[in-house]
């Protein structure tokens, strides 16, 4: 029986010590929730929080908390960086495309979902808002649902919904949502976004992330045509894309018309445009990230960022060195499902050095650097110096290409370098 509740603590008097506790993610992390778990933990012990990256405060990893909470990301967002520690707060690699069937193979079994919820309609159905994702998976196998129903939230379509009655407790809130700041694009991103452009064909089915160099590229598509959206995520770029007419899905053989995503993460703008657009449809990651549905669609171009590329073509995008900063996410679905469609684009965009001068196309990745994307997945790499095809290239012809895109600075020491490990010196 569905209980409304006047206050968090009252609908977290269902929760109990020795259960993990899946976390709604992204701008629909539920913090009036996790803020009041944290207030009850001195009647907790022993519970495990699992989620994709959250935004806002994540005060439950507090080294105070130590015996309380334990935290699984199974994407590690900025605000919890600083704290993982590879025990009590650890990282979980896996294929977004694949966390559904974590959660329903009951390999990590959850007992409660904490939820962020859009207000309900007459007919009682809210929907899942800005993140499908894994949620559903989730909410599909928890013992318990409880969730905070927010008159902010937008309405989603999809296959985000869930009916009133289907949550064991829940409370009501009205604040704004965590928005995506505005970044300021600099001359190497500009030049990075003209040279993916340039690969991008009229018609192309795209996957982009958040960041400067997603929307650098995306600034540079004003002037294409027919481009439609069948991504992980999406944020403003792309409802710039869709109000200047460059994005009308019609070129789509999955679900086409229609702007499809597993979350968004944007500002309020973004936010109001999705809200009741029956356009604009949110779907399980296992089947967004799908590289068998994803192939499915003509010409998808994939464009995915990285820290480091190596002169074999491998890719590490969720570390720097052991330091775990992000995550598998679905680099690897679209990669591989954009190398399946016909005509399809799989791309790594990075600069070609870091903010401190070390160049980001190297010889070896560094000591204990994972990698996301393996050569034989690699087709594109893309820096402010050009673009490498690596696709059908030997060992030799794809250091001589991302060479080529390296910074000038830099590449004597690549070939020398290079040079060096064929002859056993390296």
């Known amino acids: ?199 991008i064909d009229n018609g192309a089915c795209l996957q982009v992330g958040i960041g400067s160099i997603p929307d650098a590229v995306l600034a540079q598509l004003h002037g294409h045509k027919h481009l439609g959206i069948h991504s992980e995520m999406w944020s403003d770029g792309v409802l710039n894309l869709i109000r200047a007419g460059a994005v009308d899905n019609s070129q789509k053989a999955v679900h086409p018309g229609k702007t499809v995503s597993a979350f968004i993460m944007g500002s309020r703008e973004v936010y109001d445009f999705i809200d009741d657009n029956p356009a604009v449809i949110q779907l399980p990651s296992d089947y967004v990230n799908s590289p068998v549905v994803i192939c499915r669609n003509k010409n998808v171009a994939a464009i995915n960022s990285a820290v480091e590329v190596d002169l074999t073509g491998q890719v590490c995008a969720d570390s720097i060195g052991n330091k775990i900063i992000s995550g598998v996410g679905g680099q690897m679905d679209f990669m591989r499902g954009a190398a399946l469609s016909s005509g399809g684009k799989p791309i790594i965009a990075l600069p070609s050095r870091t903010k401190t001068g070390r160049s980001r196309i190297v010889l070896n990745l560094q000591a204990g650097a994972g990698v996301v994307t393996t050569r034989a997945h690699v087709h594109y790499v893309v820096t402010e110096y050009g673009v490498a095809d690596l696709y059908g290239k030997t060992l030799n012809e794809r250091a001589k290409a991302l060479i080529e895109i390296a910074h000038p600075e830099d590449r004597e020491g690549l070939w020398a370098t290079r040079r060096g490990m064929y002859n056993g010196n390296n």
């Open 1 to 199: 029986m569905t209980t409304k509740c006047s206050t968090a603590k009252e609908a977290l008097a269902l929760v109990n010590s020795n259960q993990r506790v899946f976390v709604h993610g992204a701008a629909a992390t539920p913090n009036v929730l996790l803020d009041a778990l944290v207030k009850e933990s001195p009647r907790l012990e022993n519970m495990e929080l699992i989620h994709l990256h959250t935004e806002g405060p994540c005060d439950y990893t507090h080294p105070s908390l130590k015996n309380k909470f334990r935290t699984v990301n199974l994407f590690v967002g900025s605000n919890m960086r600083s704290h993982l520690d590879g025990d009590r707060i650890d990282y979980l690699p896996c294929f977004l495309s694949e966390i559904p069937q974590l959660f329903k193979s009951k390999r990590r079994p959850i007992q409660v979902a904490l939820l962020h919820l859009s207000a309900p309609d007459k007919q009682g159905y809210c929907t899942l808002g800005t993140s499908v994702d894994v949620a559903r998976a989730a909410i599909d196998v928890a013992d318990v649902l409880i969730a905070q129903i927010n008159r902010q939230m937008p309405r989603v379509h999809g296959d985000g919904f869930i009916h009133l009655n289907e949550l064991d407790a829940y409370i009501e809130i009205d604040v704004p949502l965590p928005e995506s700041a505005k970044r300021e694009l600099s001359p190497i991103d500009c030049t990075i976004g003209k040279n993916v452009a340039g690969l």
